[in-house]
């Protein structure tokens, strides 16, 4: 693989977000409370790192251009709601503009009146430690002073997009040393949940190279399959569809229409010529992929399968 060495003034700041993108990291939403106005922010962002257990401190950053930023720069504390994984639509609120986020959002408050959101995989208050410069943004420091531990299962960032977590339980295709199969009984055979991620898991990486290999990331497939058969949809439907973050929702648009794969008009988008011929290449892809993998199965049985996923889906107790 070739090393991208741009120079300074040719630097491909979309190709840098986009290669940023293969690191997998939490959502959070970032709050405070002005002490002098009263007044309430808060930012969805994804730079929160931890930084050292002696004492227990923790980072994140803050666009020097945000409007958020000068509470953030003059309250004693802000807190550090790391997002649950059904908690998606809390991320892309607070990374819109609005003047008051938190007119219909419930919260408590923490110290130095920071809004802490519930239900949150987790939750860390902190006190203003340090704030340092960084480029185009600002690296504010906290001193974790509280903290809350759900043990919920977090919202992830990847690729431009949401995603969750899927645990690694199985090495070498084995299970403790012994291969799936019916020869080699296992109690984790029995373990639905478990065998589910173990398939979901064979499935990806016969596919996902497929589909990568076009030159698309999942969420941008997403946008050109939501578009197939003359589909004409705004912003705010695709957003729906794709599960993309606001701001990667925008350079996915800005890099299918340098591509000539989408148009807007009207507020709405719908695919052009080149655009549907890589709609129908991504779906071919899909269906090569699941004919292969469900060969071995009668319709009866792949019925069966289909209406169990969907009763799990729908969060029904009998099917």
């Not at 693989?1 to 986009?18: C, E, H, P, Y």
């Not at 992830?156 to 040393?177: D, I």
Request: glycine share 6%; net charge negative.
């Amino acid at each position: 693989m070739g090393i991208n060495m741009s120079q300074q003034n040719t630097f491909d700041n979309l190709a840098f977000r986009r290669a940023l993108g293969n690191f997998a990291t939490g959502i959070t939403v970032v709050t405070a409370t002005s002490a002098s106005t009263g007044q309430r922010v808060g930012v969805t962002a994804n730079s929160f790192n931890s930084v050292s257990l002696e004492p227990p401190l923790i980072l994140w950053s803050i666009d020097k251009k945000s409007s958020s930023f000068p509470v953030f720069e003059q309250a004693s504390h802000f807190a550090v709601n790391i997002l649950a994984a059904d908690q998606m639509p809390l991320s892309n609120h607070f990374a819109k503009r609005s003047e008051d986020k938190f007119a219909d959002v419930g919260f408590t408050e923490g110290p130095g009146r920071a809004p802490i959101l519930p239900d949150c995989a987790a939750v860390f208050l902190c006190e203003r430690h340090a704030c340092l410069e960084g480029g185009d943004h600002w690296i504010l420091i906290g001193r974790v002073v509280g903290f809350e531990d759900s043990g919920r299962a977090p919202l992830l960032y990847h690729q431009g997009s949401y995603s969750l977590v899927m645990p690694f339980a199985r090495k070498n295709g084995e299970m403790a040393g012994q291969p799936l199969g019916d020869d080699h009984e296992h109690p984790l055979q029995h373990y639905l949940y478990y065998l589910m991620l173990q398939a979901t898991r064979s499935y990806q990486q016969h596919y996902q190279p497929r589909q990568l290999a076009t030159g698309l990331r999942t969420a941008e497939a997403r946008i050109l399959l939501s578009l197939a058969s003359g589909r004409r949809l705004n912003h705010e439907l695709l957003a729906a569809e794709v599960n993309m973050p606001e701001q990667d929702m925008q350079s996915a648009f800005e890099l299918l229409q340098a591509k000539s794969f989408i148009q807007c008009q009207d507020g709405q988008f719908e695919l052009q010529p080149a655009g549907a011929d890589m709609a129908e290449t991504l779906w071919q892809i899909a269906v090569e992929e699941q004919q292969q993998r469900f060969s071995q199965f009668s319709t009866s049985e792949i019925a069966t399968f289909k209406k169990v996923l969907l009763a799990l889906i729908q969060n029904q107790t009998s099917v």
